[in-house]
């Protein structure tokens, strides 16, 4: 499938220093969340290599994401079955009674999604597949593979 990714600057290097680490947010049309001049790039991925988030926890080796399920817990304070929910993007700690102060919701809700790519990649995936306000969007794990980013 054929993914876009929209940036305010030209991507030199993938690190693990960015609000989503090594991961880039795709999705399958063009979408700007930057003011201003911005460079849109393309990838091609199989669809065998991303997983929907709501499936992360019926794979076979859902036991590897325990110690993701445990950062969950402790970053809101929430039990098991509701840090799996929030991985899952089957629940937004925005919906659920959790230890968050109001203004720090949507730092909370951001680190959820980028440990929601890490359960992908931990499963062997390349990305996840999710909701957000766009629509369907896709955590795309980029280190290494600057290259495979063409400008569109």
């Known amino acids: 499938m054929k993914l876009i990714h929209t940036s305010p600057a030209a991507i030199t290097e993938i690190n693990s220093f960015g609000r989503f680490g090594e991961f880039l947010f795709f999705s399958a049309d063009e979408y700007v969340m930057t003011a201003g001049e911005h460079v849109t790039y393309s990838i091609e991925i199989g669809d065998d290599e991303v997983i929907e988030a709501g499936l992360l926890f019926y ?73 957000d306000e766009q629509g369907t969007a896709y955590l795309i794990n980029m280190k290494g593979r600057e290259a495979e980013l063409e400008v569109a």
């Open 59 to 131: 794979h076979g080796d859902a036991e590897k994401l325990d110690n993701l399920v445990k950062a969950v817990m402790d970053l809101t304070g929430c039990d098991e079955d509701t840090a799996e929910e929030l991985i899952s993007q089957r629940e937004d700690v925005h919906s659920i009674d959790c230890n968050i102060e109001p203004e720090d919701l949507a730092d909370t809700s951001w680190e959820i999604q980028r440990i929601t790519g890490e359960a992908a990649a931990v499963l062997g995936y390349r990305g996840v597949e999710m909701e």
